[in-house]
């Protein structure tokens, strides 16, 4: 059971143990990281971009739609393409368009 602050006295007292910090370098691979999407993102705008039709219905599979509407439109920002290209939601999210403005 343990006491209140008010309870506790000097006669018991507290006993702190501190460990020596101990550590080695070694030699490890980097794991490549599962994030990385943006590429994605990104090489579909510019695959969009390079074809001649003002928009394209995006098929997709392995994400929400709205993961992928967020990383288009985080793409479309990086790349400064807010004046060429948008992303159109229907179907409360779930139909996406990349659409030339």
Request: hydrophobic share 35%; aromatic share 6%; no cysteine.
């Amino acid at each position: 059971m343990t006491k209140a602050v008010d309870e506790l006295s000097i006669e018991e007292p507290i006993e702190v143990v501190s460990e020596e910090l101990s550590f080695e370098l070694t030699d490890k691979d980097i794991p490549k990281t599962t994030r990385g999407r943006a590429n994605v993102y990104a090489e579909k705008l510019d695959e969009f971009l390079a074809q001649p039709k003002d928009s394209k219905y995006i098929q997709f599979s392995g994400r929400k739609p709205v993961t992928v509407a967020s990383g288009l439109r985080k793409a479309i920002e990086t790349k400064g393409l807010h004046d060429k290209v948008t992303v159109v939601t229907r179907n409360s999210g779930n139909d996406l368009w990349l659409v030339r403005i």
